[in-house]
């Protein structure tokens, strides 16, 4: 689990808390839902009109990407999932699935059909009906985008997958639109599916990119977002803020001063604490996600789990969590009902040099010196880690080379940058052990570790099939030891933080 640190104004922190659990920026988990809770969700909290007024937010420096289908970073999705609406969003106290543009849905008794009914009347930002089509149409243009990050997490709909990857064809991809009534096939039961549909990559676009959602995007720049309210969402009602600014700064002196004067509402996550003069300001958030390690399978070497496995052996675990609020062993956060198999979590730099030794022999490398690239983020933290790192590589004959990548570019480089070793801090999309191990699945749209196991995509497939929830947890769970045990295994996730 990770935890972000936000600063809200005291002045302002009712309504802000109000208004931003229902809006479109961080909730208690890092999604918060745009305006998709049940229709009641609101009679509990009135809100005076009168005294609103735009929420002022201070963001690091960023070079966001508002296209929802290729966007892939949390700090975008935060914006987009204000933006734009799908028929399902997440719940700001649970991230369960609340309806948004689905009124209603239901499911066959054999699992494998969802049909949801469109809500009546909704439009977008620029006055366009939004019905099933809509929707049809931005699912397929998803799935053709070679650039769409989550577009596998809809292979679970018959003809997709073959139509992502070039084999099929759009029409016959199982999505059918009438009206306001859409029907979907599975290829296999998916009890998860409405999770997935919350996310803003599955939000209906409509043919002019208009606003779904609450808000629409007035103007963008490097340095500053400004969103107004969408007067035609279906739910605008209850959206209580006119407008949201969002400044782009690295400056914290600039960040505190804005903040303490008045002239900024909210921080989020780059502040320095010291300088907030109203220290209850400072609030805690968790963060639904993992920072972890993963090779690339490019490598001759790297992509041989004995390599990896004499590495692992010889990372300092307890050092490299060391400074962390919690401490990570597992890529999966914890989650009610799922139990993660145990993690690395012992350092043996004798028998790493023995597995080591092992590995070049077998390999026919053993009088070479052996080389490992690692890509990280140009970070003063993450450079101290990669020289912890390279310290005890070195003991066991490894040299470690850095490629340094800046952080607003580090995530959408990781498919070009040639080395063997990256970094992620990964937000799980909805609360299931799948949200995790969907990147590690073969040939799915998340996978850039390249790593492809036929044992771990079964159990995955097991998994999907079962109604049972603690044997479907059970079969997740044994993915871990098929992906450290299989011969043909080519890469080795591992937690860091």
């Not at 079969?475 to 080519?490: D, F, V, Y």
Request: proline residues 3%; charged residues 25%.
């Amino acid at each position: 689990m990770e935890y972000r640190i936000n600063f809200f104004a005291n002045k302002n922190k009712k309504r802000a808390a109000k208004i931003l659990a229902c809006a479109f920026f961080i909730a208690a988990f890092n999604r918060a839902p745009a305006f998709a809770a049940s229709d009641d969700f609101f009679n509990h909290d009135k809100v005076d009109q009168s005294i609103q007024r735009p929420l002022v937010i201070i963001h690091s420096m960023a070079n966001m990407n508002l296209d929802p289908h290729t966007s892939a970073y949390v700090s975008e999705a935060q914006i987009l999932n204000g933006v734009y609406e799908g028929l399902f969003s997440y719940n700001a106290a649970t991230l369960e699935p609340d309806n948004a543009l689905a009124q209603d849905f239901r499911i066959s008794r054999d699992k494998l059909r969802w049909t949801f009914t469109i809500r009546e009347g909704a439009k977008t930002s620029s006055g366009q009906e939004i019905n099933a089509q809509t929707i049809k149409d931005s699912w397929l243009n998803l799935i053709a985008n070679k650039s769409a990050y989550y577009s596998s997490l809809l292979d679970v709909i018959k003809g997709a997958r073959e139509y992502r990857l070039g084999q099929g064809k759009r029409e016959d991809v199982a999505i059918y639109a009438s009206g306001l009534k859409l029907s979907v096939e599975l290829n296999k039961p998916t009890s998860h599916f409405n999770k997935i549909l919350c996310h803003h990559a599955f939000a209906a676009v409509p043919s002019d990119s208009s606003a779904s959602g609450a808000f629409y995007i007035e103007s963008a720049t490097p340095f500053k977002i400004v969103l107004k309210k969408n007067d035609n969402y279906w739910n605008a009602a209850e959206t209580k803020l006119p407008a949201v600014e969002i400044n782009f700064t690295d400056d914290t002196d600039a960040q505190s001063h804005a903040f303490n004067t008045g002239a900024a509402d909210w921080i989020d996550g780059s502040g320095e604490i010291k300088k907030i003069l109203d220290k209850k300001a400072v609030q805690l958030a968790a963060e639904f996600g993992t920072e972890y390690l993963f090779f690339k399978n490019d490598s001759p070497l790297w992509s041989r789990a004995d390599f990896r496995n004499a590495v692992l052996t010889a990372i300092p675990w307890k050092q490299l969590r060391d400074g962390n609020m919690f401490p990570a062993e597992t890529l999966v956060c914890p989650i009610a009902g799922y139990t993660s198999p145990e993690g690395p979590n012992y350092t043996d730099a004798e028998e790493a040099k023995m597995m080591l030794d092992a590995a070049k022999k077998a390999a026919g490398v053993a009088d070479k010196t052996v080389a490992l690239t690692f890509a990280i983020p140009d970070t003063e933290y993450l450079s101290n880690r990669a020289e912890l790192l390279r310290g005890s590589l070195e003991e066991i004959g490894v040299e470690l080379k850095t490629v340094k990548i800046p952080l607003q570019f580090y995530l959408t480089s990781i498919a070009t940058t040639k080395a063997d070793l990256f970094l992620y801090t990964w937000v799980g999309d909805f609360s299931d052990p799948l949200a995790f191990l969907e990147l590690f699945k073969g040939n799915s749209s998340m996978n850039d570790s390249h790593w492809i196991n036929q044992d771990f995509d079964r159990l995955l497939e097991q998994a999907s099939f079962t109604t049972d929830s603690k044997e479907r947890n059970a079969l997740l769970a044994k993915t871990r030891w098929t992906s450290t045990r299989s011969k043909r295994s080519t890469s080795k996730k591992a937690s860091a933080k």
